[in-house]
Each structure stands twice: as C-alpha cells, then as structure tokens.
C-alpha cells in the first residue's frame, strides 16, 4: 500500500492512501457499516457523500451472512455494490463489548453469538481468513482491548497478547502474499497493526516498539482509548503515543468520535477516524452543524423554514427544512432515519476536508480553535 504524506501544519499531516478501489485523501472519516451497509443508507448514497472508504465489521459478518458467503458473492464490494474500499475490524472491540460471553488466552478469543449462542474462537489467523474472503482493503489484527481505568498488569497483559497476535498475523500475511505472488494473483488487502497501552506513556511506548520491530505493517491504529477515560487524558495520550509511531505510515484512532475529538486527534497527527456517532446520533435526533449540535424534536424548529446547516450543500440540505426533518422525526417517518445520516455524515466527511485544506493552507491552528470554540 502506497502512503504518500503530502503536507504538514504544526503536527497535523495531510496525505493520500492508494489502495485497490480509489485514492483516499486524509484526513479521513469512514462512516460505519457494521453489516456491509451504513444504517439507513444505501450505496449510491455513500457515492454521492463522496465517501472513499467505510468500515464494516468481521465478527457481525462472519455470525451473518458468513465470510464463506460473501466470498462466493464477490466479496464486500460486489456484495453490498459499495465500490470504493473497504476497512475491515478484527473482533477485538466486539471482546470487549460483550466480554460476558468472552474467554481470552494466549491463542486467541473464545465467544459466545449474540445471535444463538453457539461458540466460536478467533485466532489471529481466523481472522485475516474471514477478512481475506470479505476481500477487505484493510484489515485490523486481532488485539486485546482493556476498559479503562483497569490495573497495569492487565494492560501489560494486552499489550503481550496483542504484541504476539500482531507477529503471528504478520508474519501470516506475509505467506499469504508470496502464495499470490508465486500463483500470479492479485493481492490488494493491507493490514494495520494496533498500538495499546491504557494511558499510560511508558507502557504506550513499550507496545509501539514491539509492532514497529515487527516491520511490514501498511499502517498502525492507536486502540484503546474512547473506552472510560476522560477525553483530556485521552488527548494527551495521542500526544505522547503518535512520536512512538512511524511518521510515512497511515495512523489511525479507532472508534472516536465527536467533532472535537476528531478535530483534536487531527491536531497531534492523526489521519484516519470511525465512529457510529454521526449516525446513531442522526437516528436518535441529534444534528451537527456548522454552528454546533441541534435537537430536532424541540418545538422552536417546527416553524423553521431554513436548512438544518446554511453552510451545508448535502442532499437534505439542498432539499428539505427543518420543520420537515422535525414533523418527520415527531412522526417517526423512516425517511427521517435517511435524511438526518445523510446530513451527519456529510458534516463530518466536510469536517475532515476542510481540515487538510486548512493544513494545506497553512491555516490549521485557525480552523482548529474554530472548530474547539463551536464544540
């Protein structure tokens, strides 16, 4: 996978990823698909949002449809029609957030479905498998993801675990590629490393010099954080934790966040987000604009005849009012669900844009504390 870091501004970089299915501009947001699809939305949605890449998730697709499944159906792109790239996750979040029906050791993750309760067990190999047959561009390893606060000796613990699936996973792509290499296949899936140590500087340290020792990865996720730590003290991790990483590589912050967090994260040098917030927050009535957060229940929008966002040129901005997007949510119209995701995702997706503009500019630390200011 070819990296190209384009410009600088202070500590937040500007760059471009060439993957198989488009160039993706970073800074980025990629809009959450957890089942192939982003909630609400189609793929020709996703295309006129100009979203060049969406995450979806290995443990939800691997319980449904099946990885086998999608394999014979062309994989993720030929699946869902989505034809830009795809980022795929390993299934560490999924341990963490359902750790009730979770047993980790040494050679990887036992669970239990949340859909019939039968058992499976990720390995660090099971899970590029399932990720090769989704034909995903990128592909997290299997890590071993810590709540926090929680005891050094645990997240000691994590960084060991996921220091070693992170090895075996290498070192497994790495065959997997000579294998195409030597049978004249294409072989177009990247594969990211996870960078895990709580907040803690040392131990943050420690884990980045494991995977960096390790050569090879096409980028490196900094995991962990988001998961009960105030977001100061996760600012200040991403401060000290981004030098322990190389500089010509993709990083990117799982799972995070709300405007500030992203803008924040952007400001210390990060280059790739997720976060089911645009979305979930849509659904649940909560709109991001230019001029910060609206509640489109409350009463004072039921006469209001402009767009939810006058800065905003997405298609419900283009189209509709806010006392249309407030009958509808009041009414529970399912439209609702479409209009509001499409407008969120296109707030953050213009957030991110105009931040490597600004980098380009010169004109960072301007838009920064704008942005700071309004959230």
């Known amino acids: 996978m070819e990296f190209n870091l384009q410009q ?21 947001f990629m809009p959450v698909g957890t089942q192939a699809s982003v909630k609400a939305l ?19 697709l691997y319980l449904r449809p099946n990885d086998e499944v999608i394999r014979q159906l062309g994989g993720l792109h030929n699946f869902s029609k989505f034809p830009k790239n795809f980022l795929t996750d390993s299934g560490g979040f999924q341990a963490f957030s359902l750790s009730n ?35 995903s561009d990128i592909m997290m390893v299997l890590d071993d993801l810590v709540g ?8 000691l613990e994590s960084i060991n675990k996921t220091s070693l699936w992170a090895e075996e996973s290498i070192q497994y792509h790495n065959f997997k590629k000579y294998q195409a290499q030597e049978e004249g296949r294409a072989f177009n899936n990247h594969i990211f490393a996870i960078n895990q140590g709580g907040v803690d ?24 954080l988001a998961v009960g730590e105030s977001n100061a003290m996760m ?14 590589k993709p990083r990117y912050l799982m799972g995070v966040g709300t405007p500030r967090d992203i803008i924040e994260a952007i400001a210390r040098g990060v280059d ?11 659904r649940n009535g909560t709109l991001f ?26 298609y419900t901005c283009t189209n509709h009012t806010r006392a249309y997007l407030h009958h509808l949510f009041r009414a529970g119209e399912m439209s609702y669900f479409r209009l509001a995701s499409i407008h969120n995702l296109a707030y953050y997706l213009s957030l991110v844009k105009n931040a490597r503009e600004a980098i380009f500019q010169g004109r960072f630390e301007e838009f920064y504390k704008k942005v700071v200011e309004i959230y």
């Open 289 to 314: 604009t230019s001029e910060g957060k609206i509640a489109i229940k409350s009463t004072r929008f039921k006469l209001d005849t402009k767009p939810l966002d006058e800065e905003c040129f997405c």
């Open 235 to 248: 600012y200040e991790t991403l401060e000290f934790t981004l030098p322990f990483l190389p500089k010509d």
């Open 148 to 155: 926090l606060p929680a005891p050094r000796e645990r997240i």
């Open 272 to 282: 790739m987000f997720d976060c089911v917030m645009p979305t979930r927050n849509a």
């Open 42 to 60: 189609d793929f020709i949605d996703l295309l006129a949002l100009k979203a060049p890449i969406i995450l979806a998730n290995t443990y939800h």
């Open 201 to 224: 500087r040392e131990l943050r340290e420690i884990s980045a010099k494991d995977l960096c020792s390790m050569g090879d990865f096409d980028g490196y996720a900094i995991g962990g």
């Open 8 to 28: 600088v501004c202070g500590n937040a970089r500007a760059g471009m990823l060439k993957l198989a299915h488009g160039e993706v501009l970073t800074p980025i």
């Open 101 to 135: 029906n979770v047993k980790v050791s040494n050679e990887g993750i036992l669970f239990k479905s949340h859909i019939d309760g039968s058992k499976h067990f990720f390995t660090p190999k099971k899970v590029l498998d399932i990720q090769y047959n989704l034909n």
